[in-house]
């Protein structure tokens, strides 16, 4: 049965000036509609340790990155963000910085970075590099330094307190990696306060010293070629001086530590001074800065974007990533907030830290259709994409199942309730040999078994794999204006198993029609009483098609097409 549209009238829309997303910063690369380069490009999250290895030591490196360019190049990416890859004792795997203004042995050389740099400037990608703000390791020479005696220079570069007695640190705040967020250091007899791991001292931002060093890293990087940055976890960078105890929600976390309601330790409003102060410096090199900014709505997501767009480009929706099922009616509600956000939206769907779209979306018999319909989905939404490696190929999360085998952390101390995020950090699948083409020896973690049917190599030759699906509809909205600059209108916002709606830019009409359902979907979309005779299929998968009016969709199909008059 046809199902009518709620359709809204597309001539009214058309006739309405195209409210453009002001580009935000006075950079030099706009293009002729004001949008910078980070607008249109296709970003994509790196994890080093797991991409590709060129030295055979199990471990991904600077230089495996490189030889993977013209992949990234082909699949249509326009940026990389590489996790950290500092000098680091490895303890948050490249969380937990010794040394800013270098390159980890481990990933090569401040010459191999280079290297790359300018050979992903040779094929117009970007590099953004991962900017630790909160911490430092606690090997880091600020710290040794700092804890060495209460007198020191670099003392009040971190947070030290007294204790409330022997054995009791300053108050009840938790660190998120488990147990009190104070560890008493007997050299000095005081306590130094870490929201992540023991071995991840926070900063004392609200040392103007501290400020000053940490904004010329980045001077140091952006004069040695980098686009910008990710700052990692930006809601932790200040705590209340007067060191409240946070409210006790009731219940305990994997870790067994009661739940506390972070409203002292997390997105003080001292922030956005920060924000502001490195976005400055950015301004200076046409860079652009993402946050990785966890938020319970829009408003909150808008304070990042700044009052007058003056403080992060790219804060990351993860608003997006809580919707983690195919239900048109939440997607809808979210799209419809982030599209009328103070700034451009940023989607963001996977990431080192959450598990795989593939397995949130997945249904276990159709992931593959599912993989494509999410991309259908989020590159062709009015904003940037940033894809995390191996999504285009449908990588799928493998958790250890013993905890012995569990490398990261918080798996150990959270086990079996937290099982670490290794699961999503698993070697990129170039090909069916062993570890996967990752590395020729075995790699730190293991590969999972699914690299038999879901890697690069295979992937290209198959033109239904999810592979190739990524790379046509991220060729289609390199060149489509519509879906590069075109307004977001909903359609059919009753419809309960197709999330559908418009992007359109001037005379040009971009239809996109998702079937979140597992069975075939036909829509009359009455494009001909609108004044559109055609409707060319751009991109679709399987036998997802367009004929008159109706659009038929396969289960879980994807159609995309171009409305003519
Ligand atoms: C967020 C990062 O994404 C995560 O991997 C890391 O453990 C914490 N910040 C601490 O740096
Ligand atoms: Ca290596």
Not at 246 to 270: A, H, Q, R, S, W
Not at 312 to 328: A, C, E, R
Not at 393 to 415: A, H, L, N, S
Request: with cysteine.
């Amino acid at each position: 049965m046809h199902r009518k549209p709620s359709w809204i009238l597309v001539s009214t829309f058309l006739s309405l000036s195209f409210l453009t997303a002001c580009a935000q910063n006075s950079g030099k690369s706009k293009d002729a509609e004001g949008h910078q380069w980070w607008q249109h490009a296709v970003f994509y999250e790196i994890y080093p340790r797991s991409f590709a290895d060129s030295n055979n030591d199990g471990i991904g490196d600077l230089k495996g990155i490189t030889s993977k360019l013209n992949y990234l190049k082909d699949l249509g990416v326009d940026a990389i963000w590489i996790s950290p890859c500092f000098p680091s004792p490895q303890v948050d795997f490249g969380y937990d910085v010794s040394d800013y203004e270098n390159i980890d042995p481990m990933y090569g050389t401040l010459a191999d970075f280079d290297v790359l740099a300018s050979e992903a400037k040779k094929r117009g990608i970007h590099i953004i590099l991962d900017f630790v703000v909160n911490h430092t390791s606690d090997q880091h020479k600020w710290f040794l330094d700092s804890k060495s005696s209460r007198t020191s220079e670099h003392r009040d570069w971190y947070v030290w307190r007294d204790g409330k007695g022997p054995g009791h640190p300053p108050n009840n705040w938790n660190s998120d990696f488990g147990g009190s967020a104070w560890k008493f250091d007997p050299t000095t007899n005081q306590y130094y306060y870490h929201y992540f791991y023991v071995q991840q001292p926070d900063l004392n931002w609200r040392n103007p010293a501290v400020k000053d060093a940490m904004f010329d890293v980045t001077r140091w990087w952006y004069q040695r070629g980098v686009s910008g940055f990710r700052l990692d976890a930006v809601d932790t960078l200040f705590e209340d001086p007067n060191l409240r105890d946070n409210p006790v929600t009731g219940g305990t976390n994997p870790y067994g530590d009661p739940y506390e309601e972070k409203i002292y330790t997390t997105k003080l409003p001292e922030v956005h001074d920060v924000l502001r102060g490195l976005r400055k410096v950015t301004d200076q090199y046409n860079g652009v800065l993402i946050g990785e900014t966890w938020t319970a709505n829009i408003a909150e997501l808008n304070k990042y974007y700044g009052e007058s767009n003056n403080e992060l480009q790219l804060p990351m929706d993860f608003l997006f990533t809580t919707v983690n099922k195919l239900s048109p009616a939440e997607f809808r509600k979210q799209i419809a907030a982030v599209d009328a956000a103070s700034g451009w939206p940023t989607f963001v769907i996977s990431n080192h830290d959450i598990v795989r779209s593939y397995d949130r979306y997945g249904d276990g018999q159709h992931n593959d259709q599912i993989a494509k319909l999410m991309a259908g989905l989020y590159l062709t939404l009015r904003g940037t994409p940033i894809l995390y490696y191996g999504e285009e190929i449908g990588m799928k999360t493998t958790p250890p199942t013993r905890k012995e085998e569990v490398k990261d952390p918080i798996g150990r101390t959270g086990w079996p309730k937290e099982k670490s995020r290794d699961g999503e950090r698993t070697p990129m699948q170039w090909n069916e040999s062993a570890n996967a083409g990752f590395s020729t020896a075995a790699s730190w973690l293991p590969v999972p078994p699914t690299a038999a049917t879901h890697n690069v190599a295979d992937e290209s030759k198959d033109p239904d794999s999810v592979l190739a699906f990524y790379k046509k509809v991220l060729k289609l909205r390199h060149a489509n204006r519509a879906l590069l600059d075109g307004t977001y209108v909903p359609l059919n916002e009753n419809d309960q198993n197709v999330l559908s709606y418009l992007r359109s830019y001037k005379d040009q009409v971009v239809l996109v029609a998702l079937n979140m359902s597992g069975a075939e979907q036909k829509i009359n979309f009455e494009m001909s009483q609108h004044g559109f005779s055609t409707t060319k299929s751009l991109v679709a998968t399987g036998t997802s098609s367009a004929k008159g009016d109706v659009v038929t969709l396969e289960p879980y199909g994807v159609f995309i097409g171009q409305l003519s008059k």
